[in-house]
């Protein structure tokens, strides 16, 4: 029992107050990879791991890969009078990746929820100039998902380019009922939005070594000291045994060296786009089992005026590859832009902050070695909805552990296959007017393989 009225929400990730703006509760963006670093990911790599978060990312796995993921939630929620615990969990992910042309172009496919809408909330109230009550509930469930095409090509050495092609598609129903104390039927607002849209996401990555420049000591050398030519050759001084034929001739300082640091910027673009939308709109009687009397149809599917905005993400990194990583994205979305007929209710432009790292760690485990990758991170963001007036702020950390499963270094290099799990902790919204406090639960599996690796026989 909670808030303004009573609160009580079924069993749904989704399961939210909030989720009533809009096109509902916004999913988690990315994978388990990405969830475990603050959801971050733009401008990270991996070559174990898929990244959708930029398809510009995906040449950088070489391997054909299937990822999929489940997500769980335990949810408190409070205001100032009252409070209410619930708990739920969906589907998150599914997909494939797959390498067209060797270290050139790759491709994925795959399935993942966009948004959910679980919400209900009830109460009673007078009736105006009368000394009866009435009963109120509004209610609302189901959602979007998305089912996406990426593509990702290595243009050189350091530049990548892709794009994802993505149709969202799914249902909301929600109800709106009234009933005057006592009586044995209802009057229901029924409305049902039927979702379908396009949507293209192009991004861009770019990587580099860090180099630094190393002063060497050199000598010079005639070259019959170690063939018959007498070729001037340079080589450094503390690479060879001393000879008294070798001449000191000073310091060196042409010599350009890789660190091992790698760093890296990613940028993804979100472009608005209007959806083929559809809105079905009923008055009902209904008795007290729900069981329906009568209805009057308002609007029979009819087209509706819907549109997602423009919103953008860019991304840095530095790591050292297979040993640890640093990562941060920005993201930005002109929510307020957004339009749907069938529901006016006013958003705000978001954007959020995201910092993470990975560390690669070895562990004796059982008498054998085992690869662990340890991941942490933090997130912000101001969210796009609005509660009595005040935009809602979500600040969340997280942190998560994949497991490398195959016991051989011969299965490592041929077909890696990961269990990842990771715990976001976080707090949406503030006491005086709704607050959120949730632990989600992600658990994922990753599967690398070669389908299309060549065999010679002897």
Avoid: C
Wanted: hydrophobic share 35%; charged share 20%.
């Amino acid at each position: 029992m909670i808030g303004f009225g009573q609160i009580m929400l079924a069993q749904n990730i989704g399961n939210s107050p909030y989720s009533q703006n809009g096109i509902g509760d916004l999913s988690q963006d990315g994978l388990s990879r990405n969830i475990e670093m603050g959801q971050t990911g733009v401008a990270s790599p991996s070559s174990y791991f898929v990244n959708i978060a930029n398809p510009a990312l995906l040449p950088v796995n070489k391997f054909t890969a299937m990822d999929f993921g489940v997500i769980g939630q335990l949810k408190s929620l409070r205001t100032s009078t009252a409070s209410d615990n619930s708990s739920g969990g969906n589907f998150n992910h599914l997909l494939l990746s797959v390498p067209i042309a060797k270290n050139r172009w790759s491709a994925a496919i795959g399935l993942k929820r966009f948004s959910n809408v679980n919400y209900l909330i009830n109460g009673t109230q007078p009736v105006i100039n009368d000394v009866v009550n009435y009963n109120y509930t509004f209610k609302g469930n189901g959602g979007t998902n998305e089912v996406f095409v990426a593509n990702g090509f290595r243009l050189t050495n350091k530049i990548y380019t892709g794009f994802t092609t993505s149709y969202y598609f799914g249902s909301i129903k929600e109800d709106y009922s009234t009933q005057i104390v006592g009586d044995n039927y209802k009057s229901v607002y029924y409305n049902r939005t039927n979702h379908g849209e396009f949507n293209f996401k192009p991004g861009i990555f770019y990587r580099n070594e860090l180099k630094r420049r190393i002063t060497k000591e050199i000598i010079k050398v005639t070259k019959s000291v170690l063939d018959t030519t007498n070729t001037i050759r340079w080589i450094n001084k503390d690479s060879i045994i001393t000879h008294s034929k070798y001449t000191f001739s000073g310091k060196d300082t042409s010599n350009v060296k890789g660190s091992g640091l790698i760093y890296s910027f990613g940028a993804v673009a979100d472009f608005s786009h209007t959806g083929n939308s559809t809105e079905f709109k009923t008055v009902q009687r209904r008795n007290n089992n729900d069981g329906l009397i009568s209805e009057d149809t308002l609007k029979n599917n009819l087209p509706i005026e819907y549109s997602l905005p423009f919103g953008f993400k860019v991304g840095f990194n530095l790591e050292r590859t297979y040993s640890w990583a640093i990562t941060s994205d920005f993201a930005y979305k002109n929510w307020s832009q957004y339009k749907n007929s069938a529901n006016s209710a006013p958003l705000a432009n978001s954007y959020s902050l995201g910092i993470g790292g990975e560390r690669f760690v070895k562990l004796k485990l059982f008498k054998s070695e085992k690869l662990i990758i340890w991941r942490g991170g933090f997130n912000y963001q101001q969210t796009p909805y609005f509660f009595n007036g005040q935009q809602v702020e979500d600040i969340s950390f997280s942190t998560g552990i994949s497991f490398l499963l195959p016991k051989s270094k011969e299965e490592v290099e041929l077909n890696p296959k990961f269990i990842n799990l990771s715990v976001v902790v976080g707090q949406r919204g503030k006491l005086e007017l709704l607050r959120e406090q949730y632990i989600r639960i992600n658990f994922g599996v990753t599967v690398n393989d070669r389908w299309f690796k060549r065999y010679k026989v002897d």
